[in-house]
C-alpha cells in the first residue's frame, strides 16, 4: 500500500468514527428525553381516578358559598358579555361609529361613503343582498368589504342595525 492510501484510510476511520460517536449520542439524548416525558394516561383510568376521588356529597358553605356562587355567576356573565362587540347594542350610530366610519367616511378600500350616488345601485340590489355582504363579506370592483366589518364579535342583528343606520343617514 502507499503511503497515501494509508492516510486516507485513516482519515476515513476518523470521520466512520467521529459519525458512530455522534449517533450514539444522540440515542442517548432520544433515549433521555423519551423517559423524562411522562407517558399518556388513558381517558378510561382517569375517570376510574376521578370517581375514586369524588366526594360522597355536596358541601354546604353557608352564607360565604352563596356569595362566591354569585360572585363567579356575575363574572361569567360579564365576561360572556365582554365576548360581545359593544356590549351587544343594537344601536347602529354605535357600531357605525366605532366600526364602519374608519372607512366608511374616508372611502378607505373603495368603501362607498355616505352619500347617494355611491349607494343608489347597492340599495338598487336589496336589502337581504346588502345585508349579506356585509355579514359574509363581499369582494367586488369598486373595493373589498370584510366579513362583519372585521370585527368578528358583530352579531347578525348587530351588522344589519349598521347597514340599516347607514342607509338611513345617506346625504
Known amino acids: 500500500m502507499r503511503n497515501y492510501d ?8 476518523l470521520v ?3 459519525l458512530m460517536l455522534v449517533t450514539a449520542g ?10 423524562a416525558i411522562p ?20 358541601v354546604y358553605a353557608g352564607a360565604t358559598g352563596a356569595a362566591a356562587q354569585a360572585a363567579a355567576s356575575a363574572a361569567e356573565a360579564a365576561a360572556a358579555a365582554s365576548r360581545v362587540a359593544y356590549g351587544g347594542t343594537t ?3 354605535v357600531i357605525y361609529q366605532n366600526l364602519c366610519a374608519g372607512c366608511h367616511t374616508s372611502g378607505a378600500g373603495g368603501a362607498p361613503t355616505l352619500d347617494r ?3 343608489d345601485a347597492r340599495i338598487a340590489q336589496g336589502e337581504d343582498t346588502m345585508d349579506r ?16 366589518g372585521g370585527n368578528p364579535a358583530l352579531s347578525d342583528e348587530q351588522v344589519i342595525a349598521a347597514v340599516d343606520w347607514m342607509i338611513e343617514n345617506l346625504k
Open 6 to 13: 494509508l492516510d486516507f484510510l485513516k482519515k476515513f476511520s
Open 16 to 18: 466512520i468514527l467521529f
Open 26 to 35: 444522540l440515542i442517548g439524548v432520544a433515549a433521555w428525553l423519551h423517559r
Open 39 to 58: 407517558a399518556e394516561v388513558p381517558d378510561a383510568v382517569v375517570q376510574q381516578q376521578l370517581d375514586r376521588i369524588a366526594p360522597a356529597g355536596d
Open 91 to 93: 344601536d347602529g350610530s
Open 117 to 119: 350616488a355611491h349607494w
Open 133 to 148: 355582504h356585509a355579514i359574509e363579506g363581499f369582494t367586488g370592483a369598486a373595493g373589498v368589504m370584510p366579513p362583519r
